[in-house]
């Protein structure tokens, strides 16, 4: 069942995607493998659905230490975890993802 706001207030400046509602979506516990070998990469893509914005914001964290870049698409996001090191492989793990728009 979604949640009725009843008021929501844009900071100043701001520029949100449309004046008329709020889009928020959590995602907690998405599971990401682990990375082949030490330095390796893990990319995690997370299909977002419902009445996604063209223009929304993706904020990532990751349950182990590691470099997070997100890159947006209309329907999901693609996340890249990266060792903070060339010596370390990736475990299994989560990220949670926090969309607004």
């Known amino acids: 069942m979604s949640l009725d ?3 929501v207030k844009a900071l100043d400046g ?3 995607a449309n004046s008329a509602s709020v889009v928020l979506g959590l995602y907690t516990n998405v599971a990401t ?3 082949a070998a030490a330095g390796d990469t893990v990319v995690v893509t997370v ?3 419902g009445d996604l914005p063209a223009v929304y ?3 990532v964290s990751c349950s182990q230490p ?3 870049s997100v890159a947006k ?3 999901g996001i693609t996340v890249t975890l990266t060792p903070l090191a060339s010596t370390v ?7 949670d993802v926090l969309v607004t728009a």
């Open 33 to 35: 493998p682990a990375a």
């Open 66 to 68: 590691a470099l997070i």
């Open 73 to 75: 698409s209309a329907t």
């Open 89 to 95: 492989t990736l475990a299994a793990g989560t990220i």
């Open 5 to 7: 706001f009843h008021t």
């Open 57 to 59: 914001n993706a904020q």
């Open 47 to 49: 299909p977002l659905s």
């Open 14 to 16: 701001a520029a949100p």
